[in-house]
């Protein structure tokens, strides 16, 4: 089994930063894939990036490309979102995804381990 646990959200202003954490424990399954997620009140689930196990392929959708970066340190099974010039609409509950074989995807049917979410309020 594996834990994730999203850390790091709060409220920002308009074209403010925050970092999210997530932090994985239990079994890490090679050439796995993580990603992160958000829902905002009243809508889907949606993709927001991804990133493969050796750090590479990082796909981001095309609402956050150019704002938002993930990184992920395999040492200390982490890994990070660093939004930048964030926006009202960016306001969700943001979750950590965990894919425990190898491939990539963009739904949420398409990972297995999920964190509890941390939430994101942009506004003035």
């Known amino acids: 089994q594996v834990q994730l646990v999203e850390s790091g959200g709060g409220l920002a202003q308009p074209g403010g930063s925050l970092t999210l954490s997530c932090a994985a424990s239990?079994?890490?399954?090679?050439?796995?894939?993580m990603a992160w997620f958000r829902q905002a009140p009243g809508k889907e689930r949606e993709f927001v990036v991804s990133i493969r196990w050796d750090g590479g392929s990082p796909a981001y959708s095309d609402s956050v490309k150019g704002r938002f970066a993930i990184s992920r340190d395999n040492a200390n099974d982490t890994v990070d979102l660093q939004m930048n010039s964030l926006k009202p609409e960016d306001t969700a509950v943001y979750y950590c995804?965990?894919?425990?074989?190898?491939?990539?995807?963009?739904?949420?049917?398409?990972?297995?381990?999920w964190g509890q979410g941390t939430s994101v309020t942009v506004s003035s």
């Open positions: 239990g079994r890490m399954f090679d050439h796995n894939s």
């Open positions: 995804a965990l894919r425990s074989y190898y491939g990539n995807s963009y739904v949420p049917n398409g990972y297995n381990y």
